[in-house]
């Protein structure tokens, strides 16, 4: 109990909250190097996704291939990626690191998302004269928005939390008040830097069920 009363202290702290190394400028560092690896995600995941979903070829291939990703540990290929010369970008071993652990979730969910549009609705617009491309955007794709923003949360909050190693390369974020609280030997400071990673999460799950539920809703409509 002595040390939840000390966390909660140390985060009630303004003093921790203030400065390059408070919550407030780890927290943001945190926010953008998720939205940039989760964009980078998607451009990369989400195109390649809908494009074989939509041809129903070499799908099933590219995801069990981006699936064997998921076996090799973020922190691993971190550690590679730094003996390499991509080692001296910055934040971008991390960032690299990152895009290949979020991708198999958005790969994998946009193409289950095509493939389940109901095939009596794809013969209906085929039959209409739609061209593949407009059977894309406009039919396909909009019914299987939820199951493709369903594949974006699951990789959103997986990097929220695993954005914590970028501390390990030197990066920033709030994995840096936890690495800093093992420095000190600071428990509370260690705890408080879960806390606020976990409460991030939350924060980012809560988010993305809301935009998740109100597609629902659209695509039910368009139905």
């Not at 955007?137 to 990097?159: D, K, N, T, Y």
């Amino acid at each position: 109990m002595r040390t939840l009363g000390d966390t909660w202290d140390w985060l009630t702290d303004p003093a921790h909250w203030a400065g390059d190394d408070g919550i407030g400028h780890r927290l943001q560092q945190h926010l953008v190097l998720t939205a940039v690896c989760l964009l980078v995600s998607c451009l990369i995941a989400l195109p390649v996704a809908l494009v074989l979903g939509h041809l129903g070829k070499g799908g099933a291939l590219a995801v069990n291939l981006s699936n064997v990703g998921r076996a090799v540990p973020t922190f691993a290929v971190l550690v590679l990626l730094l003996l390499t010369p991509i080692g001296a970008w910055g934040d971008g071993p991390t960032v690299v690191a990152l895009v290949l652990f979020a991708v198999p979730p958005l790969l994998t969910n946009a193409y289950v998302g095509m493939r389940e549009v109901d095939p009596d609705v794809v013969r209906a617009a085929r039959g209409m004269g739609m061209t593949g491309r407009q059977m894309l955007l406009h039919v396909e794709l909009p019914l299987s928005l939820p199951m493709v923003l369903g594949g974006v949360r699951i990789a959103a909050v997986q990097l929220v939390a695993t954005a914590t190693i970028a501390a390990l390369a030197g990066g920033g974020g709030l994995g840096r008040i936890i690495t800093a609280g093992f420095n000190l030997a600071s428990t509370p400071q260690v705890v408080a830097g879960a806390v606020l990673v976990a409460a991030f999460a939350l924060a980012v799950e809560g988010i993305f069920e809301v935009v998740e539920r109100l597609a629902s809703r659209r695509a039910g409509g368009r139905r």
